[in-house]
């Protein structure tokens, strides 16, 4: 059974840090591509993607400089550093799998609220 | 990137069919066969119900299909269930480095 177990979320001040992981499970890790997805009231935003041999990492423009995907084949394990937090990035933020141009499994979600 | 073209809310009565358009530009939905769908309900996380516009990932019921054209992608679900009574979103790659692009979701409503 593909399982994708996030972790890290927490309240965070507006200007701070955070670092979320995402522990994967039940597949092959090293040869899907992931991605970090988030959802607020307004709906759901991809924010970033990378591919099974951390070659190609896009992220989205909302996030761009200040947020940075990463992730370890060695420990099946997906990570998001993100930086100079903004109220706006108060979210679920979910650990997906990437699967010909879809997100095929979800985590189960985590919260981060950015608030002072 | 702006995102996709969604109603905000739909319905139906159960049996029936109901159709949920998602409504982008050449540079996304209309560019690339690489629209995908998500049912999502309350308090879970989305699930994958469409790929590459029609595709079907297994397990996914039949009455859900998916089909394009010009720059609007549709989602039909047929043989309405309770069940059935979730949130659905669209995503089309958006070509470059604009990974994917989410529509602001529909509700949809079992009569």
């Known amino acids: 059974e593909v399982q994708l177990v996030a972790s890290g979320g927490a309240l965070v001040q507006p200007g701070g840090s955070l670092r979320l992981s995402c522990a994967a499970s039940g597949f092959n890790f090293n040869v899907y591509s992931m991605n970090w997805v988030r959802q607020t009231p307004r709906g759901l935003e991809w924010v970033s993607y990378m591919?099974?041999?951390?070659?190609?990492?896009y992220h989205a423009d909302s996030v761009k400089g200040r947020f940075t995907i990463s992730r370890d084949n060695a420990k099946n394990s997906l990570y998001l550093q993100m930086n100079s937090l903004r109220d706006g990035d108060t979210a679920v933020y979910y650990c997906v799998r990437g699967y010909q141009w879809a997100f095929d499994y979800w985590g189960q979600g985590i919260l981060v609220t950015v608030s002072s | 990137q702006s995102a996709l073209t969604q109603p905000p809310s739909a319905s139906a009565s159960p049996g029936q069919a109901v159709t949920i358009s998602c409504t982008g530009t050449?540079?996304?939905?209309?560019?690339?066969?690489?629209v995908s769908w998500y049912q999502q309900h309350p308090d879970k996380a989305p699930r994958l119900l469409i790929y590459?516009?029609?595709k079907r990932p297994s397990g996914v019921p039949d009455r859900f299909s998916g089909s394009k054209s010009g720059n609007t992608a549709s989602l039909t679900v047929s043989g309405l269930q309770a069940d059935d009574e979730a949130d659905y979103y669209c995503t089309s790659y958006a070509g470059g480095d604009n990974w994917a692009v989410f529509g602001g979701g529909t509700k949809l409503t079992v009569l």
């Open positions: 590459e516009v029609t």
């Open positions: 050449s540079s996304d939905v209309g560019g690339y066969n690489r």
């Open positions: 591919t099974s041999d951390s070659r190609t990492i």
